[in-house]
């Protein structure tokens, strides 16, 4: 079944589907050691550290969102 995209359920999935995709960049600190045992976790996923990282906060996100 198609949906007419002039159709408000339509716009809303749409809409939906966007906004779970966008990013927004970030500046964080972390300790020198805790960026060393990223990279290395990194290196052995072969992945940049920085999906590591987000994973982490998106991971953490989901398990606090579900307990409340």
Known sequence: MLIPLNDPVYRELHQAAKNSFQTKPVN????VRDILVL???AI???VPY????????HDYLEAF???T
């Open 28 to 31: 964080l600190r972390l300790p």
């Open 39 to 41: 990279k290395a976790q």
């Open 44 to 46: 052995r996923e072969g």
């Open 50 to 57: 920085q999906s590591i990282i987000r994973r982490l906060i």
């Open 65 to 67: 969102n579900s307990n």
